[in-house]
């Protein structure tokens, strides 16, 4: 349990200094609220309105957020592999020739789907 008391310390002070900064700026903080203030803020440009329902997002959009999530698991994968390339040997070699070629499939998949073009 020892190996532990450390991470539960930084923990603690984490959790503490989130606690203390909300505490502090929701009672020290400025309290002017307007109209425009509570506004979306769209780059400067006046807000469109929207249907309803909230309206629909397009598909650029997923598919913009599905090539983010695509990349991250690639660098969240590749880095330790690439760390620790030398104690893995033939069998991280393989690991990782099959991860890359289902990441490869993502990549083709986003590409057809026309992610990769910005208009």
Avoid at 69 to 96: C, K, Q, R, S, T
Wanted: charged share 15%.
């Amino acid at each position: 349990m020892e190996l532990y008391t450390p991470i539960f310390v930084l923990g603690g002070i984490g959790a503490a200094f989130v606690v203390v900064s909300m505490v502090a700026g929701a009672l020290l903080g400025p309290k002017r609220y307007n109209r425009a203030k509570m506004q979306a803020y769209e780059c400067g440009i006046e807000p469109t309105p929207q249907p309803a329902g909230g309206g629909r997002f397009t598909v650029k959009y997923y598919l913009t957020a599905m090539m983010f999530i695509v990349f991250d698991i690639e660098i969240i994968f590749l880095i330790p592999w690439a760390v620790h390339f030398d104690a893995l040997g033939w069998f991280g070699l393989v690991a990782i020739v099959l991860f890359l070629v289902n990441v490869s499939i993502a990549y083709a998949y986003e590409w057809r789907r026309g992610g990769l073009e910005w208009d």
